[in-house]
């Protein structure tokens, strides 16, 4: 017997995986960037007119219908191969699985008929009638119902599970196809595609509590995994609508391919997937801002998307063309959008923050020259990492690795290294001592490390005054000149000192004398010039009476 395959018929099977995997999507709060486009890595061959594809809720195994036959495709989802096949029913148009994996429900629409299929033999072990011309099911998260939609005789049927019984029939707009059930189990979505609205139907009362007008031609729906946004494939107007749940209006629509009569999402909720029946594309969308991304040639005439749980392949049941797309999702190369702080000691140890997007699972953060930052964890939109050591003070590029590729250059990923410093301040203390006929200074020199490093060597000099002698037991007078040396390593917050003796004589009185102590030279370098030196001044009276300030 030859079955009608009018759009308006074969759409539903889209409708049922779209609320199948819905429990899998997750809307996104904030923006990330576009998701690169999905490609076609190769096509496998089916039971003829597939159109229903839904995998097993630990994504091991795909079922994909065939409206024309009572054959059911089981594809291995790792690999996309044929791994069996099984029959159920007449012709099936849409296929969900329970929540435990335990079992799948086909749609029968000329049986007017569920059947309910042990997955763990592929066998039928119930069969359930249902409302004229079944299309959409979808099982409430719980496991406990199933809701077929009846597009022959506008209701839906609510399954009771454990007995595989009817216990409820709700009247609901004409042409009935996509299904999906709110993840606290509470409201069920259906798309009235002759009414061109999204029926929502209380669970507890069982009866239409709104009805949203959307599209013309609606038929497919996939729901966020938190309930708050529902989309919709708007087969007859070429668009996709997005509904806010608890407001239960549209709040966008977007121009997608010709006859859209199946919409997805992806498991990360960035990307919600069009597949466009009446040319042969998949319309890619952006869920942060609601815009088309790219648009994808897949094939003749694409149905029912599934996509894995991990996010990185899809199948795409292709009608007209016998056959499922396999689709794989690249993962998005990461961004680098900002460093923070942008910079820190050429030593490492400094703790950055990296912002961007695609950023999560990153396998390394590089910093230039100086390698692999420790200590590194990521979330989709930053990271935080420990700077590595750098063999030279300059700027290096801050990039990102993961299984999606590497974040190009960019200048909001610099991190400047800057070389090790070390502040020694200097203060010279003078203690005359007076004598009959001779007198004398003693001055003691104090260097203190300020930081941030630790000085590993210094100089101290300081001219002495012409015709005095000096000595000194810790530094070296050559020429008039003292020359005190600190060998370090001297910490942060240490000081050292040095001593130096000026003596006065008879044919030294009257004279005024000053001596300067210097930082000529230090090791890490010093940033602050202002307290490198200091100086005193000191008076010899006729009486040897010696002054200093």
């Known amino acids: 017997m030859r079955i009608s395959r009018s759009p308006s018929r074969t759409w539903t099977a889209v409708v049922a995986t779209g609320a199948a995997t819905a429990a899998l999507l997750v809307q996104p709060a904030t923006a990330w960037a576009a998701a690169p486009a999905p490609v076609v890595t190769t096509t496998v061959a089916v039971a003829p007119y597939p159109a229903g594809v839904a995998l097993a809720p630990d994504g ?54 569920v059947s309910v299929v042990d997955t763990a033999s592929n066998t039928v072990a119930a069969t359930v009638a249902v409302g004229a011309e ?12 199933a809701y077929v939609s009846s597009a022959g005789a506008a209701t839906v049927s609510v399954i009771d599970t454990a007995s595989n019984t009817v216990t409820a029939t709700v009247p609901v707009g004409a042409e009935p196809h996509g299904v999906a059930v709110s993840p606290d189990g509470a409201h069920v979505y259906v798309a009235a595609s002759g009414a061109q609205a999204v029926d929502v139907i209380d669970t507890a009362s069982n009866t239409v509590s709104a009805d949203v007008p959307v599209g013309h031609g609606v038929f497919g729906l996939a729901l966020s995994a938190d309930g708050s946004r529902l989309w919709t494939g708007n087969g007859g107007d070429d668009t996709v609508s997005v509904l806010d749940t608890a407001g239960r209006t549209v709040v966008s629509t977007v121009t ?68 499922v797309t396999v689709l794989g999702f690249p993962l998005p190369v990461p961004v680098v959008t900002g460093v923070s702080p942008a910079s820190g000691p050429q030593a490492g ?47 290096v590029d801050v990039r990102v690795t993961t299984a999606g590729g590497t974040s190009a250059v960019v200048p909001a990923g610099r991190f400047t290294y800057t070389a090790p410093t070390a502040d020694l301040a200097v203060s010279l203390a003078a203690t005359p001592v007076g004598g009959l006929f001779s007198g004398r200074v003693d001055y003691t020199l104090t260097v203190t490390n300020q930081g941030p490093e630790t000085v590993t060597s210094a100089t101290i000099s300081a001219d002495l005054p012409a015709g005095f002698t000096a000595s000194s037991t810790d530094c070296t007078i050559a020429a008039g000149k003292l020359t005190c040396a600190v060998a370090g390593p001297l910490a942060k917050g240490a000081s050292v000192t040095r001593h ?38 000191c008076s010899a009276t006729l009486a040897l009476l010696i002054s200093c300030k």
């Open 500 to 537: 130096v003796t000026v003596h006065v004589g008879l044919l030294n009185l009257g004279r005024t004398f000053t001596v300067t102590a210097a930082r000529t030279a230090s090791a890490p370098t010093d940033p602050v010039a202002a307290n490198d030196r200091a100086s005193r001044t």
């Open 256 to 323: 997608v391919g010709a006859n859209p009569f199946s919409v997805a999402l992806s498991p990360d909720g960035k990307s919600a997937y069009a597949s466009n029946y009446g040319d042969g594309t998949l319309s890619v969308i952006a869920t942060a801002d609601r815009k088309v991304t790219s648009t994808v040639p897949v094939g003749t005439s694409p149905y029912a998307l599934a996509v894995t749980p991990d996010g990185r392949r899809g199948y795409l049941a292709d009608f007209a063309a016998n056959a």
């Open 134 to 145: 079944p299309f959409g099911v979808a099982v409430s998260p719980d496991g406990a119902r």
């Open 349 to 395: 140890g400094t703790k950055v923050t990296i912002t961007g997007t695609g950023l999560n699972g990153a396998t390394a953060v590089s910093f230039g020259a100086a390698g692999n930052a420790t200590a590194v964890s990521c979330t989709e939109t930053g990271c935080t990492a420990t700077a590595p050591a750098a063999a030279a003070a300059g700027v």
């Open 60 to 113: 091991s195994r795909a079922y994909v219908t065939s409206q024309s036959s009572g054959t059911v495709t089981v594809l291995d989802a790792a690999t996309g191969a044929v791994s069996g096949t099984f029959t159920a029913g007449s012709g099936s148009y849409a296929v969900a699985w329970s929540p435990d994996g335990q079992h799948a429900y086909l749609t029968h629409q000329l049986d007017d008929a």
